[in-house]
């Protein structure tokens, strides 16, 4: 039931990236399913911050970019997400970067106690305010929509002045020779900055983004804690990383 569900609102997110809004009636043709289980599902997606509902359907609550991010590799993304979560103790204090697989992170948080979470995503607030035993700092700054995240100097004045344990980041692509690569200049600075400010940082991307390279340069991959990856890795970029002395972890 779980997975027909996760199925159902994987094709509810398609159709609004396609369309730009849905009603209910063509929800339940399109998915063979009552009217009230389409209602059910999109409260549980207007819940997790991904759309809004009207009286007869759906509209996307981001930008299709993310939409159609969300909806690539997302068994990796969740993998790597809860083997991110597992390095988070209670107590902790963290910073999360924006992006849909750093995102997911807070996803995997619940039964952590005192857990403070600094993000600049606003998908990441999103999910943490449905758990009541996260504690949440939001970065101000201007609103990229396109990357659902909080940017600028207020971002990185906030981020200066705030110290974690750990950090989890993002990237558009990887690789041993160029490091961390993103398109957006804006968002490798809050990378930056939450590097200078958490003790550990951890690189949360899917295999498919390794050998990929981005617009502007971030860090190398030696000044991060480590990375976590899933098994779709290959073994050549495996050994090259482990060669170089870059902790990897495959999920």
Known sequence: MTEDLAERERII??????????????????????????????KNLEEQG????????AYPAMHPNVIERQRTHLDEKNRIAKAAAELVRDGDRIMIEAGTTTALVTRYLLGKRDVHIVTNSTLVFSYARLNP???????????RREAESM?????LRTIAGLNVRLAFVGTD?????RGMTTQLVEGAEIV????????????????SKYGKTGFVSVLP???????ITD???????????SGASILVRTV
């Open 192 to 207: 930056k900055a939450m590097r200078e400010r958490a003790e550990s940082t951890w690189l949360v991307a899917d295999s």
């Open 50 to 57: 991904v759309l809004g509902r009207t009286r007869g359907g």
């Open 231 to 241: 098994i779709g890795l290959d073994q050549a970029p495996l050994g090259e990383l």
């Open 133 to 143: 035993s996260l504690q949440i700092t939001m970065v101000g700054g201007d609103y």
């Open 151 to 155: 940017v600028g100097p207020i971002a």
């Open 13 to 42: 997110l398609k159709l609004l990236s396609e369309r730009g809004s849905v009603s209910v009636a063509l929800l339940a043709q399109e998915l063979e399913v009552s009217e009230v289980t389409v209602r059910s599902d999109l």
């Open 221 to 227: 991959l030696s000044e991060l804690g480590g990375i």
């Open 173 to 177: 692509g990887f690789s041993l020779e």
